[in-house]
């Protein structure tokens, strides 16, 4: 009876973490370059249940009972982790020079705090000395062979090529520390994307930005083209995630009602069973 009672509540405690990385996604469905998270639920170890004394056998050892297989127990479930899903976002032609996107893995290149952040936002502005920057304030970095450094804008006719070459910009060095980071050191002054090895140590902290501390492997992505004068939307489909919120919601008012149903079941075995008349 116990044992139930924690399976069912183990069920509602994963519907509830479910739920709140789909509101999280919900909330982003508008934010450019969001990449949406998915719930990942294990289950527990399933426990065999046999009966015993169906049957019995006569063994060296004395009279035996045959145990007859009733089926599997399952023990509960727990959320095992979150999942950053990068698939590509559809693009939208806003033509406005200061938005980009990219067509394919890259991500852009930041300075936040000091060290090197990841974000698929393309949506810069200009900083009052003339640095292309995000929205939030940080410097987006581009790289001068196989130096970091900021983009500098020079006049409003700024343009950056499909391969990331800037045109009426230039790249002004930086004290960055990039360790991890590893440039090919052909291209002139460039907006950077880079390619990350493996994208689920890619970490989210916040305002759309990744952590590369557990990245081993970021080389420079030759490979995905720029698109200036568009935004990437995010992955976030609204009708997908309502529906696996409707899901969520369903699951935990099922275990919800069995946890009440065993509880009252149990209540009534220590308040009524074995009393005496």
Known sequence: MLRGIYTSASGMIAQMERQDTIANNLANVNTTGFKKDQSVIKQFPELMLYRKDDEKEITNFGETSILTKIGALGTGASLEGVYTEFSQGSLEKTDN?????????????????????????????????GYLITKNGEKVLGSSGSQLGYIKVSNSNFKI??????????????????????????SGDSLLLLKVSDNKNLKKIGDNLFDISNVKTITQDNSSKMEQGFI?????????????????????????????SQDETLGKVVNEVGKWG
Do not use: C, W
């Open 97 to 129: 020079n200061l938005d980009f996107a990219i067509s394919g893995d890259g991500l852009f290149a930041v300075e936040s705090k000091g060290s090197v952040k990841l974000t698929r936002s393309g949506d810069f502005a200009l900083s009052p000395e």
């Open 161 to 186: 090529t499909k391969s990331g070459i800037l045109k009426n910009a230039k790249i002004e060095a930086s004290n960055i520390s990039a360790k991890n980071i590893s440039l090919d050191g052909n």
């Open 232 to 260: 990437e939307h995010s992955n976030v489909s609204s009708i997908k995630e309502m529906v696996e919120m409707i899901e969520v919601s369903r699951a935990y008012e099922t275990n919800q009602k069995v946890l009440t």
